[in-house]
């Protein structure tokens, strides 16, 4: 069993920053990368953004220049800090955990989703 626990989400608004914080718990050794994926109602998944292990990052390209994300091995988790949020990033925010192998990820879990709201 693995388990992802998201926290962090909520109503901010336009130009503000907001930190999500995702926590990995479980049969988790197994597992070499973390991340971000989100979904804005009416339209799928997708990337925000993964990190390794060793500190390789991937970003969604129209993301990269305002999120950023880290992690905490010792602590099994993942950090996304968003700056500069606008309406558009409004959705529900999903942490993942898997592994990358030769320039792959392979994503095994999700998370529960925490929403994120961007409005005045």
């Known amino acids: 069993q693995v388990q992802l626990v998201e926290s962090g989400g909520g109503l901010v608004q336009p130009g503000g920053s907001l930190r999500l914080s995702c926590a990995a718990s479980?049969?988790?050794?197994?597992?070499?990368?973390m991340g971000w994926f989100r979904q804005v109602p009416g339209k799928q998944r997708a990337l925000v953004a993964w990190i390794t292990s060793l500190g390789r990052t991937d970003y969604a390209a129209a993301l990269e220049a305002r999120f950023t994300i880290t992690s905490d091995n010792a602590k099994n988790a993942v950090y996304l800090q968003m700056n500069s949020l606008t309406p558009e990033d409004t959705a529900v925010y999903y942490c993942?955990?898997?592994?990358?192998?030769?320039?792959?990820?392979?994503?095994?879990?999700w998370g529960q989703g925490t929403q994120v709201t961007v409005s005045s």
């Open positions: 479980g049969s988790i050794s197994t597992f070499n990368a």
């Open positions: 993942v955990i898997g592994s990358y192998d030769s320039g792959t990820y392979y994503l095994t879990h």
